[in-house]
């Protein structure tokens, strides 16, 4: 309860600081009380549910936080947000910020953490995500969810793991740590500065730092390169797979960012619907208010040119 608490009234002062300065909150010294009042309406529109217990594997409770519309019983377009981290660190409280925007909208959003790499290395993190897609089919008539408005999002590592959730065939077997219903398809994903290769992200020696997370990801496997193709989703891209789009920063230092120019490339020579932003002199994230405002408005233009309505 006292989690439960202290996540609520966070979300409610940011977003009535978010709210109180025209610029985005900038400069606010104090919430309007438009800010205000919207910041309280977060308590009787939403449920947040944390630590549900999706998975179990290896001696390890994967958790996901629910953040469910409760002031309606209609079907409600939802959110599944994966945190980054390099696969190896952060949690699912870290990215609360980064989600936001979307319980502004609306939405239901369902916030994942996974198996990293101290507790399991590769693949585990991609068959955890998969696996709390499968959570979210399996419960969508009771937390109405609209599985026809399923999007799927993250940062960094966690925009690598939204494209494989998203992408990854039932086929692949991946999700046989939760046998259950069916994966449902996901209509779009948002991919923030994740990689699409992984392949070449193990021999990129350009970009160190996002090198050195993906060797400890996979470790001293024996079958790395193997496996680095198995969770590398340009490798899955199709015709009829979800809308992609893809967020990168023209200076990231962390990560190329010619991995998301590449999946970019490579959905479109499929016929599939995608949308690229660079952020020009963009960082690895960071951006600044206007720069996410752009995008965001991006977003969602893709989204309804692409039968997601992001409309509750």
Same mark, same amino acid.
């Given at each position: 309860?006292?989690?439960?608490?202290?996540?609520?009234?966070?979300?409610?002062?940011?977003?009535?600081?978010?709210?109180?300065? !025209?610029?985005?909150?900038?400069?606010?010294?104090? !919430?309007? %009380?438009?800010?205000?009042?919207?910041?309280?309406?977060?308590r009787s529109r939403y449920s947040m549910t944390p630590n549900i217990t999706y998975l179990q594997a290896g001696g390890y409770d994967a958790k996901l936080d629910l953040y469910q519309r409760i002031d309606t019983e209609?079907?409600?377009?939802?959110?599944?947000?994966? &945190?980054?981290?390099?696969?190896?660190?952060?949690?699912?409280e870290y990215a609360i910020g980064a989600f936001l925007p979307w319980v502004m909208m609306g939405w239901n959003v369902v916030s994942v953490e996974y198996r990293m790499a101290p507790v399991a290395?590769?693949?585990?993190?991609?068959?955890?995500?998969?696996?709390a897609l499968r959570w979210v089919a399996a419960h969508a008539k009771e937390k109405h969810i609209d599985l026809t408005r399923l999007v799927v999002a993250g940062e960094s590592a966690g925009g690598h793991l939204a494209m494989t959730t998203g992408m990854i !065939?039932? %086929? +692949?077997?991946?999700?046989?740590?939760?046998p259950g219903v069916p994966l449902p398809k996901v209509a779009a994903v948002i991919s923030w500065f994740g990689a699409g290769d992984m392949e070449k992200l193990l021999h990129q020696d350009n970009t160190p730092l996002g090198?050195?997370?993906?060797?400890?990801?996979?470790? %001293?496997?024996?079958?790395?390169? +193997?496996?680095a193709r198995r969770v590398s989703p340009i490798h899955y891209v199709r015709k009829y797979g979800p809308a992609v789009f893809l967020i990168a920063g023209d200076a990231d230092?962390?990560?190329?960012? &010619?991995?998301?120019?590449?999946?970019?490339?490579?959905?479109?020579?499929?016929?599939?619907?995608?949308?690229? &932003?660079?952020?020009?002199?963009?960082? &690895?994230?960071?951006?600044?208010?206007?720069?996410?405002? +752009?995008?965001?408005?991006e977003i969602l233009t893709f989204l309804e040119k692409n039968g997601v309505s992001s409309r509750p």
């Open positions: 309860m006292r989690k439960y608490c202290s996540i609520i009234g966070l979300l409610e002062l940011t977003l009535s600081l978010f709210l109180a300065h !025209p610029a985005a909150g900038q400069n606010a010294t104090f !919430p309007t %009380s438009e800010g205000m009042k919207a910041g309280f309406q977060l209609k079907p409600m377009p939802t959110l599944i947000f994966i &945190h980054g981290g390099g696969w190896i660190g952060l949690n699912k290395l590769a693949p585990a993190a991609v068959e955890d995500c998969l696996c !065939p039932q %086929s +692949e077997g991946l999700d046989r740590e939760c090198r050195d997370d993906a060797i400890t990801w996979f470790g %001293s496997l024996p079958n790395r390169e +193997e496996l230092p962390v990560l190329d960012f &010619h991995q998301s120019v590449e999946m970019h490339e490579a959905l479109n020579q499929a016929g599939e619907a995608t949308a690229l &932003h660079i952020v020009k002199g963009g960082n &690895h994230g960071r951006f600044t208010p206007d720069q996410q405002i +752009e995008i965001y408005q």
